[in-house]
């Protein structure tokens, strides 16, 4: 019975996506309304580390205000809360290659001619004739051969905006930041945090990746095509439980 009355529904859909798309036959794709961009998901009330304010001091007679911005000042972070640039340029190139072979061939033989006149007991004790001289004799041969070969390049050039999330006991800044860009149906998100100096901020308030400490950065991505790329759910648990 819920089979069926999906069907209705499945059928519903279909038709009303379809006759949306008949519609722009022809045509531009229409924009969309200009609404209140404070309303938009994307714009709503966010939280975000701050730094501790400041008390107001009142100067009479002075044109400056506690707080303002200076005209020569450092444009640089320096406080919970404010912004700087992650410059990310990544080439990493790799390769190594493996060549194990290695053999082995053992042989062993043992007899036992005369042992107190008692081998000429054996045939009897065993179910067939037997040769003293021979009882035992072993042959093993082994070898293995192996090769490994790795090659690797990646190469990743962004620029992502991070937020100062805290100033340690040394000077240093605590640092995270994500961007997300979608394109149709397939979105890139870009991932950077750790812990940095000041002083390495240049003067246009950027820092290159490699002088970041205990870095994070990580770069990927989810949507149809990304997900036509990976294997299916069931593959990946065989691979997991399948021992062979």
Not at 6 to 25: N, T, W, Y
Not at 57 to 69: A, D, N, V
Not at 168 to 187: C, H, K, S, T
Request: contains cysteine.
């Amino acid at each position: 019975m819920r089979r069926a009355a999906l069907v209705p529904l499945l059928l519903v859909s279909v038709a009303a996506g379809g006759c949306a798309r008949l519609a722009d036959i022809g045509s531009a794709p229409s924009l969309s309304e200009i609404s209140n961009p404070a309303l938009q998901p994307e714009a709503r009330v966010i939280s975000m580390p701050m730094p501790q304010p400041v008390p107001t001091e009142q100067i009479p007679s002075s044109l400056w205000r506690t707080g303002s911005r200076n005209f020569f000042g450092d444009p640089r972070a320096k406080s919970v809360g404010d912004l700087l640039t992650v410059i990310i340029d990544i080439s990493d190139q790799a390769q190594m290659r493996n060549s194990t072979q290695r053999g082995r061939a053992n042989s062993e033989k043992a007899g036992l001619p005369n042992f107190f006149g008692l081998e000429s007991r054996l045939p009897a004790v065993l179910p067939d004739a037997v040769d003293p001289s021979s009882l035992v004799d072993l042959d093993s041969t082994s070898t293995s051969s192996g090769n490994g070969t790795i090659q690797r390049t990646e190469r990743i050039a962004m620029r992502v905006a991070a937020v100062v999330t805290q100033v340690l006991p040394n000077g240093n800044f605590v640092i995270a930041g994500r961007q997300e860009v979608r394109v149709n149906y397939e979105l890139r998100e870009m991932r950077i945090a750790g812990v940095l100096r000041p002083e390495d901020i240049s003067n246009v308030n950027t820092i290159d990746y490699d002088k970041i400490a205990e870095a994070r950065i990580t770069y990927g991505g989810r949507g149809q095509i990304t997900d036509v790329q990976q294997p299916r759910y069931g593959q990946q648990v065989l691979d997991v439980i399948l021992p062979f």
